[in-house]
């Protein structure tokens, strides 16, 4: 594709409004792509205050993401190295137990046609089970607990992380080995990406 054909189809993107009735605060499809992107962050959907900023991961998720992967701000936005696709690109209001799911309509839609133009994707993190069932299907295991314990299995051109957010601290708390073996790992690739390996 074309660099002008690229800058068409984030532009589209950009403009999306597919699931505009359903979204709360309205359409504002929150991304980063870039074809020399090498790491891929696939997340769930923004929260409110990323709705706001228009950034992603602009948030205590985001602090905590950046601090697992170890990368300051400046790097983790730097386009050239990596992409922040979400599994739904606005936000999609709130629910009893949180942020309700990913809408459904966004990622047969645009997730394929942007993906293709990421040839070089090294490493992908699969952030919670809609990011994980999309990029593991049949592959994942039972939940989400157990796809990550088995981390290994898709090391290293995938890793499957739980949610960053705060709400996950019990989790974390409860499954101290990902903290203690996973994220050593993690920041090691992470800086080799980054230094252009």
Not at 29 to 40: C, E, H
Request: aromatic content about 8%.
């Amino acid at each position: 594709m074309s660099k002008q054909c690229f800058s068409n189809l984030i532009q589209q993107v950009s403009d999306c409004t597919l699931c505009a009735e359903h979204l709360p605060l309205g359409p504002n499809p929150v991304f980063r792509a870039d074809p020399r992107a090498l790491i891929l962050v696939a997340g769930q959907a923004p929260g409110r205050r990323v709705h706001e900023t228009g950034i992603p991961f602009n948030d205590p998720s985001g602090d905590r993401l950046r601090s697992w992967m170890g990368l300051d701000r400046e790097q983790f936005y730097d386009v050239s190295r990596v992409a922040i696709l979400p599994m739904g690109f606005c936000y999609p209001g709130t629910g009893k137990s949180g942020d309700l799911p990913p809408r459904p309509e966004c990622a047969p839609q645009w997730r394929e046609q942007l993906l293709a133009q990421l040839p070089r994707i090294r490493l992908v993190l699969a952030i919670g089970q809609y990011a994980q069932a999309w990029h593991l299907g049949t592959d994942r295991k039972t939940n989400l607990t157990e796809t990550v314990r088995h981390w290994r299995d898709y090391w290293p051109a995938l890793l499957p992380l739980p949610h960053p957010s705060p709400r996950n601290n019990r989790w974390l708390s409860q499954n101290p080995w990902f903290e203690a073996e996973v994220i050593p790992l993690l920041q090691q690739r992470v800086g080799e990406l980054m230094a252009g390996g």
